[in-house]
């Protein structure tokens, strides 16, 4: 059953050192607030996982939280390259990065076999790459059947997945509506789980499309208004174009990402999160 907590404190309690993390949300719900916290905490050693990791993985690997990552591409979404994940690659800067890269086919079937209890899971892709040969995780078998030949590829089970979500009852019951990306999967294939919501509610009200989470599913739930931005969350805000396109030059250098850091996301009031 999920419990009701701060963020701070339920990223205390859920995510150490050396755990491998999803934060999922595919341009939608991504849950920054969150990610924000892990680097606030000094978190270190990380195994990020993540389909299209954007600028909040590039943060997080700037402020020197991962060991890995493993993904499906990353970029800033309509402006360029995430530069503190091109700096970590190229010159292992602040620490070196592992990287496992998979198609997005390839990732969201994979957290559907963990989500599924599977050991892996079978698609027709990767077809004329070179990633077999460089990603232990993706193996190439011969379809019992019919002969064919398929990849396959291993289940992700995260120790810890995160998402954002627009609501949760008191219970602890999640609700999210708009573009959901892999998100219930990614709670479902996780050995403990968050989610940030914008607010906590009485009564979740039924909405078209919705994808709902029970709380036997759920370990946390932190109530954190704004916890996507600058990704959007459909019904409370719009997103943040601007913020993209101003975190470019701020990637882009060392020292300026350090004034960023300190003063945006490690010396915020513990009363403002």
Same mark, same amino acid.
């Given at each position: 059953?999920? !419990?009701?907590?701060?963020?701070? $404190?339920?990223?205390?309690? =859920? ?6 993390? +999803?934060?999922? /949300? ?7 607030? +969150? ?11 990380? %195994?990020?996982?993540?389909?299209? *990791?954007?600028?909040? #993985? ?21 402006? /360029?390259? =995430? ?41 027709? /892709?990767?077809?004329?790459?070179? =990633? *077999? ?10 379809? *019992?059947?019919? /002969? ?21 009852? !008191?219970?602890?019951? @999640? &609700? ?43 370990? +946390? $739930?932190?109530? $954190? ?11 409370? #805000?719009?997103?943040?174009?601007? #913020?993209?396109?101003?975190?470019? *030059? ?7 990402? &350090?004034?960023?850091?300190? %003063?945006? @996301?490690?010396? $915020?009031?513990?009363?403002? !999160?």
């Amino acid at each position: 059953m999920s !419990r009701i907590r701060q963020l701070d $404190v339920a990223v205390s309690e =859920l995510v150490g050192d050396g755990d491998v993390v +999803a934060l999922e /949300g595919f341009t939608h719900l991504i849950p920054v607030a +969150a990610g924000h916290e892990i680097i606030r905490q000094g978190r270190r050693d990380l %195994t990020l996982c993540r389909m299209t *990791p954007d600028v909040i #993985y590039d943060q997080m690997i700037g402020a020197g939280c991962a060991r890995k990552l493993v993904f499906s591409w990353g970029g800033n979404p309509g402006v /360029g390259s =995430l530069h503190r994940f091109r700096d970590a690659i190229q010159h292992s800067w602040p620490v070196p990065l592992e990287i496992e890269e998979h198609s997005h086919a390839g990732m969201a079937n994979r957290y559907t076999a963990g989500a599924s209890g599977l050991p892996f899971a079978v698609l027709r /892709g990767y077809a004329g790459t070179d =990633l *077999p040969e460089h990603t232990e995780s993706i193996k190439t078998i011969e379809c *019992p059947f019919t /002969g064919e030949k398929l990849a396959a590829v291993s289940a992700i089970n995260p120790d810890v997945g995160i998402i954002h979500a627009q609501q949760a009852d !008191r219970e602890g019951n @999640v &609700q999210m509506w708009g573009i959901t990306g892999v998100q219930k999967e990614t709670v479902l294939a996780s050995k403990r789980s968050l989610v940030t919501v914008e607010e906590i509610v009485d009564e979740l009200e039924p909405r078209p499309g919705s994808v709902v989470l029970p709380k036997w599913a759920v370990t +946390a $739930v932190a109530e $954190v208004p704004g916890g996507a931005h600058p990704s959007y969350a459909q019904g409370y #805000y719009e997103r943040d174009n601007d #913020y993209y396109q101003r975190w470019d *030059p701020i990637g882009r250098d060392r020292e300026r990402f &350090q004034q960023w850091l300190d %003063t945006e @996301v490690l010396n $915020v009031e513990r009363s403002a !999160r």
